[in-house]
């Protein structure tokens, strides 16, 4: 079932405390992201919309502290199904009552999505570490 646009648009403005949110259209769901960074999607997987929060090892804990769901879907690999978890964790009830209460948390997946970023630029882009220090030969090492 599509996400609603109203929906998507009220969890924009729960998240503004983090920086101006944007939310673009993405696979019946929408994504929401500040500066190009992903923090959060808007999805109803059946039983009815939920904000979707970035996380990463480092916040993970957070979100199970406050008892938070964490995304998932079915996909088919073959004949059999498998579900796939995501760095996503719906938001906490209380938060989705006004900006005050979503800013921690607000705050919690911008810094999952700027860790994220961080990490892919280190990589490279194919996944690759990127060492961007100065090469030395032997010859010049003495």
Not at 23 to 49: C, H, N, P, T
Not at 54 to 67: C, I, L, V, W
Not at 72 to 85: I, L
Request: net charge positive; charged share 30%; with cysteine.
């Amino acid at each position: 079932m599509p996400a609603n646009r109203d929906f998507a648009d009220y969890c924009c403005e729960l998240l503004a405390s983090a920086g101006p949110v944007v939310a673009k259209r993405m696979f019946g769901s929408w994504g929401l992201s500040i500066d190009g960074l992903m923090i959060a999607i808007v999805s109803d997987r059946g039983a009815g919309e939920k904000l979707w929060l970035k996380a990463n090892d480092e916040t993970r804990g957070r979100f199970e502290a406050a008892q938070c769901e964490r995304f998932s879907y079915k996909t088919h690999k073959g004949a059999e199904t498998v579900a796939r978890d995501m760095n996503y964790y719906s938001a906490p009830e209380d938060a989705m009552d006004s900006v005050h209460a979503m800013a921690p948390w607000a705050r919690l997946a911008l810094e999952s999505a700027l860790a994220r970023r961080l990490a892919r630029v280190k990589r490279g882009p194919a996944g690759k570490r990127v060492d961007k220090s100065p090469k030395t030969s032997k010859k010049s090492q003495g």
